[in-house]
């Protein structure tokens, strides 16, 4: 499987680039890196067990080679799970934040991924646990320092829409 990419101005010019993976590989999100290439975000389908995906962070050259930053999430993902919703990323002041669902066993949880921006470092993570499974499908940051996440609740067989405010530490206020 292979993710492909590029960064095209609006004139249409540009190059394209090419990874390629000896397992399926979905690109998640992408942002210039603070090195001038590509942070990107994606989830593979494990090795030890295909009916699950594993979200990693992997920085990219300017020029689209491979550098030697990669970071795996403590995150995975049912397989049935990522093809409908996948996990965010956004740059900040700082390095990367990434927001995902994240199976824990029984059911799905917000996990907040912050990322130094030399990619090399997971800085730290938190969990934010509420009833029924949650499904992020957006996040960004607010003038507060903190974190509006948008996604959807799923609870006693229903579906409704999910808007939670954290603070800067990923914990809810």
């Known amino acids: 499987m292979m993710i492909l990419f590029g960064k095209i101005d609006r004139k249409g010019h540009g190059e394209m680039h090419l990874i390629r993976s000896q397992t399926n590989v ?13 942070a990107i975000l994606r989830a593979r389908e494990s090795i030890d067990n295909s009916t699950f995906y594993e979200i990693s962070f992997i920085l990219i050259a300017a020029d689209g080679g491979p550098t030697d930053c990669a970071n795996l999430l403590p995150c ?41 921006k030399t990619g090399d470092v997971l800085v730290r993570y938190e969990n934010i646990t509420l009833p029924g499974d949650q499904f992020i499908s957006g996040i960004t940051q607010t ?23 954290t603070d800067p530490f990923g914990k809810l206020n």
Not at 27 to 38: H, L, P
Not at 143 to 162: V, W
């Open 26 to 38: 979905i690109g998640c999100a992408i942002e210039e890196s603070y090195q001038g290439g590509y």
């Open 76 to 116: 995975t993902i049912k397989k049935e799970d990522m093809l409908e919703y996948n996990p965010v990323m956004i740059k900040v002041e700082d390095g990367y934040v990434v927001a995902s669902h994240r199976f824990n066993g029984f059911d799905y949880d917000i996990s907040l991924y912050w990322i130094d």
């Open 143 to 165: 003038s507060d320092g903190g974190f509006l996440i948008s996604g959807i609740q799923k609870l006693n067989n229903k579906q409704k829409a999910l808007i939670i405010k």
